[in-house]
């Protein structure tokens, strides 16, 4: 069973704050990994891909990938109101993809 | 351009009433996939294609079956509906090393 595990949350944080979200995989044949948002009643959206160990930026998000440790990360700095949505993890292996249950994100104005 | 189109939106069904969620794709992309999504969960693979004429399970394919003539469209067909299929059900299109999804078919089974 190839699983990804998210704490489901609800995680809270005050607008202008970093939101520290979290994801870890059972498979270590992985091969790219992904963040998607999801607002209530929407489908996903990609917000992020990652493919090797490190941290990769675009604007006011970064993600972190150890394959080492199995972890993958996202982190979203000065969070606005219109961050509040659920965050998925993703994984892939080849053209399967394996998701979490996702995080809730909720930032207080 | 639309991407990826799913219909109907919403649908009530009665117990044992069949019927068929249409997925279609202008991305001219291989491969296709249905996932549904539970309240507080993640999404679940119930099938998925590689091109036309090739389907395979994903890991609850129970109770539903796929079809896959064209590239462009990939039906999911429920027979004789349970309660237990209420959910959203999502198509999906991998292109460019990421998904793309359709905005969702949300059935409810009475």
């Known amino acids: 069973q190839k699983e990804v595990e998210q704490n489901s949350g609800p995680l809270s944080v005050p607008e202008g704050a970093i939101a520290s979200l979290n994801c870890t995989y059972s498979?270590?044949?992985?091969?790219?990994f992904f963040w998607y948002r999801q607002y209530s009643g929407k489908s996903p959206e990609l917000i992020m891909s990652?493919?090797?160990?490190g941290d990769k930026e675009d604007g006011r998000f970064t993600a972190q990938l150890n394959k080492a440790s199995q972890y993958v990360s996202l982190l979203i700095r000065d969070s606005q109101p219109s961050d509040s949505a659920t965050y998925l993890c993703?994984?892939?292996?080849?053209?399967?993809?394996?998701f979490g249950t996702g995080t809730s994100l909720t930032v207080i104005p | 351009n639309a991407g990826v189109t799913q219909t109907p939106k919403f649908r009530i069904l009665k117990i044992g009433q069949s019927m068929t969620l249409q997925c279609a794709q202008d991305?001219?992309?291989?491969?296709m996939y249905w996932y549904r999504q539970d309240p507080g969960m993640g999404l679940k693979l119930i099938y998925y294609?590689?091109?036309?004429?090739?389907?395979d399970k994903g890991e609850v394919p129970n109770g539903y079956n796929v079809s896959r003539s064209t590239t462009e469209d990939f039906p999911l067909r429920l027979e004789l509906a349970a309660p237990s299929q209420t959910s959203v059900y999502f198509c999906?299109?991998?292109?460019?090393?990421?998904?793309?999804f359709g905005e969702g078919s949300r059935l409810t089974v009475l």
């Open positions: 990652i493919y090797s160990n």
């Open positions: 993703a994984s892939s292996t080849g053209n399967q993809f394996y």
């Open positions: 294609s590689v091109g036309a004429g090739i389907t």
């Open positions: 999906a299109v991998h292109g460019a090393g990421e998904l793309f």
């Open positions: 991305m001219n992309h291989n491969y």
């Open positions: 498979d270590r044949g992985s091969q790219s």
